[in-house]
């Protein structure tokens, strides 16, 4: 139906032309899904759904998670929506929709050697640094592969913000210890990465 949004760095479309939709807000629009999705408390995964649906209102679009092939994220026009499904009668330019694989870690088709980093970030991190960081380590390693399929090091400050004051509260399960030391503990992390990033 719609064309697959996967270069999360290239602001136009296939054709050319500039999307309805600006790249960070379909970032967002994922990174809220996937939150609603992963989140344990239903009330938790309501409020990402409700979150997603203010970040869309004034864009005249709106969200829903396609199921039958594969799990994916799916941006229309309301315009195309007649009685709660979307009729192919009002779609006017396919390529105004956007789809995000939900599957796995996102769009990068990378996820292993990522992941295999990040999780080589989070031992030498325990080795040097001892338990608790290392603890906080592996938690930013879950966040940056399968949220983003980022390497720690390529994480934006505004992602390490969201993995200390959403991620890490609800997801992590940190003791006191950990809680103390996280924001050391992320920075630590992110150095190490750089320089393993570096070494390879």
């Known amino acids: 139906m719609a064309k697959e949004s996967n270069t999360r760095d290239d602001p136009t479309a296939s054709d050319g032309e500039q999307p ?4 960070e807000l379909i970032d967002e629009a994922e990174r809220l899904t996937r939150l609603a999705r992963d989140d344990l408390s239903d009330e938790e995964a309501k409020a990402y759904r409700k979150a997603r649906a203010e970040l ?11 199921e039958d ?16 499904t979307v009729d192919p009668d009002r779609i006017d330019d396919i390529d105004r929709g956007i789809e995000r694989p939900l599957e796995g ?8 050697p990522i992941e295999e980093h990040n999780r080589a970030v ?6 040097d640094h001892g338990e608790v960081h290392g603890q906080n380590a592996h938690a930013l390693a879950d966040f940056a592969s399968n ?7 390529k994480l934006t400050q505004a992602e390490r913000g969201r993995f200390l004051s959403e991620y890490f509260v ?3 399960f940190p003791t006191d210890d950990q809680k103390a030391v ?3 503990s992320v920075q630590i992390a992110v150095d190490v990465a750089a320089s393993t990033g570096a070494q390879r």
Do not use: C, Q
């Open 20 to 23: 309805d939709l600006p790249p």
């Open 56 to 66: 869309l209102a004034d864009t005249e679009y709106t969200a829903r998670v396609r």
């Open 69 to 84: 092939d594969r799990d994916t994220l799916v941006l229309h026009p309301e315009e195309w929506v007649e009685d709660g």
């Open 105 to 112: 870690p996102g769009a990068s088709g990378e996820w292993e």
């Open 122 to 127: 989070a031992e030498r991190v325990a080795a």
């Open 147 to 153: 949220h983003y399929a980022k390497p720690i090091e």
């Open 170 to 172: 609800r997801n992590a």
């Open 182 to 184: 996280v924001e050391e």
